[in-house]
């Protein structure tokens, strides 16, 4: 009886120890999140006056966007400090890629647009995080549906972008790209939250990611609805 006391004890610590670890990894993934969106706001701000440069050159600024995400990120993970800078570099260089759109709406008269976008992206993000280290489902098996729901959307837009260039269609991918990072969203911080990253900075990309998409999604059908054409 006393040996069962004594492993009944044992799980009940480890269990805790489990939970203040995961609570204490949200905490700094919820830090450098919020750190990364100074970068990215320093990154637009910095480059404001220079919009139409960045115009000329945002499929240079988008390439250099992908290498951080997809080699500078992942060179960098188990180095200390280099990753911290490296997450810092993509988030400022994203948000540096945003100052076109920006600034048309600001020149428009609309810059009122942003702000709102970004708190209903704000809300909408907490609310979905919430929902997902709340509830009782598991969409751990989410993952394979999404990303090629992702592939799919990539490709539909691209379509339009060089091909068809219908408002309509344009339409739909926003809506469908905001509605995927939703869900991203959810899937995400769940497996934050079930201590599937190995590192902050990975989960803070992660999350950081879904916020960007559906800001921009968010910032896009308002100005396509608000738009007087």
Known sequence: MALYERNYTQ?????????VSNVAFMKKTYQ?????MVAAAAGAYATMPYAETIMNYKWLIFGFELFMLFFGLRMTRE?????L??????????????VPMLSFLIGAGNGAMIGNAFLMTAVLFGALSLYAINSKSDYSHWGKPLF??????????LVNYFLLQSPVMH???????????????????????????????????????????????????????????
């Open 32 to 36: 450098l999140l919020a750190a990364s």
């Open 148 to 157: 090629i729901t992702l592939i799919v959307v990539i490709v539909a837009s």
């Open 11 to 19: 799980t009940q610590t480890q269990t805790q120890t489990q939970e």
């Open 79 to 83: 180095k200390p400090g280099l990753n």
């Open 171 to 229: 339409l739909i991918v926003t809506a469908g790209v905001l509605l995927l990072f939703g869900i991203f969203t959810i899937y995400d911080t769940q497996n934050i939250a079930n201590g599937a990253y190995d590192s902050p900075v990975d989960a803070a990309v992660s999350l950081y990611l879904d916020f960007l998409n559906m800001f921009t999604s968010i910032l896009q059908l308002l100005g396509i609805f608000g738009s007087d054409d």
């Open 85 to 98: 800078a490296a997450l810092f570099v993509f988030t400022f260089v994203t948000g540096v890629s945003l």
